[in-house]
């Protein structure tokens, strides 16, 4: 720092301030505004503004800080509530895919047995292929009747019984009758 020359009789500053108290030095430099800068003044005056930016800052730095502790604290709490909620979803998701996986089997299981259940219940039917479209739905019992009695004349009437009898809905075939229906 600047020391200036001392005059004789009167001590450094350095050994003036070791020697004042702060508040005295204030005190004097308020007392007289319009005494001459010397550097005792200096220095006070430099202490006083050192001491007023400190305080200024501290305070500013007090007001942001807890802006942003306000902040965090906001911050860390929906964070919380969002890793809740996360975990919440995930444990949610981890059960309907299981749910999902066992409804699937649980199809997949069901199509099998009514495919089953269908094979089954078709097996004692028979398919006639090249029935002429002139054999209307009414006089199907009586043809598939002589159509069975000629393939197996020994049958019993009570052996040919049909339960039902119906044409496949498929477009009309391009060859006339069957050999064993032309007459």
Same mark, same amino acid.
């Given at each position: 720092?600047?020391?200036?020359?001392?005059?004789?009789?009167?001590?450094?500053?350095?050994?003036?301030?070791?020697?004042?108290?702060?508040?005295?030095?204030?005190?004097? !430099?308020? #007392?007289?505004?319009?005494? %001459?800068?010397?550097?005792?003044?200096?220095?006070?005056?430099?202490?006083?503004?050192?001491?007023?930016?400190?305080?200024?800052?501290?305070?500013?730095?007090?007001?942001?800080?807890?802006?942003? #502790?306000?902040?965090?604290?906001?911050?860390?709490?929906?964070?919380?509530?969002?890793?809740?909620?996360?975990?919440?979803?995930?444990?949610?998701?981890?059960?309907?895919?299981?749910?999902?996986? !066992?409804?699937?089997?649980?199809?997949?299981?069901?199509?099998?047995?009514?495919?089953?259940? &269908? &094979?089954?219940?078709?097996?004692?039917?028979?398919?006639?292929?090249?029935?002429?479209?002139?054999?209307?739905?009414?006089?199907?019992?009586?043809?598939? #009747?002589?159509?069975? #009695?000629?393939?197996?004349?020994?049958?019993?009437?009570?052996?040919?019984?049909? !339960?039902?009898?119906?044409?496949?809905?498929? %477009?009309?075939?391009?060859?006339?009758?069957?050999?064993?229906?032309? &007459?």
């Amino acid at each position: 720092m600047f020391h200036p020359q001392q005059e004789q009789g009167q001590p450094s500053c350095r050994q003036n301030t070791e020697e004042t108290d702060t508040d005295s030095d204030e005190s004097e !430099y308020n #007392k007289a505004p319009d005494a %001459p800068l010397t550097p005792h003044n200096m220095q006070t005056m430099l202490r006083k503004a050192t001491t007023d930016i400190k305080s200024h800052l501290a305070s500013e730095l007090d007001k942001r800080l807890s802006g942003i #502790k306000e902040d965090i604290e906001s911050l860390t709490s929906r964070t919380n509530h969002m890793e809740a909620r996360i975990k919440e979803l995930t444990t949610s998701s981890q059960a309907h895919s299981q749910d999902s996986t !066992y409804l699937h089997a649980k199809i997949e299981a069901m199509e099998e047995s009514l495919e089953d259940l &269908n &094979n089954r219940s078709q097996r004692n039917n028979i398919q006639i292929r090249g029935l002429p479209e002139a054999v209307t739905m009414e006089g199907l019992h009586n043809v598939l #009747k002589g159509l069975f #009695k000629s393939i197996l004349p020994e049958a019993s009437a009570q052996d040919l019984l049909l !339960y039902r009898a119906h044409r496949a809905l498929r %477009p009309q075939g391009h060859n006339g009758p069957p050999a064993f229906l032309r &007459n």
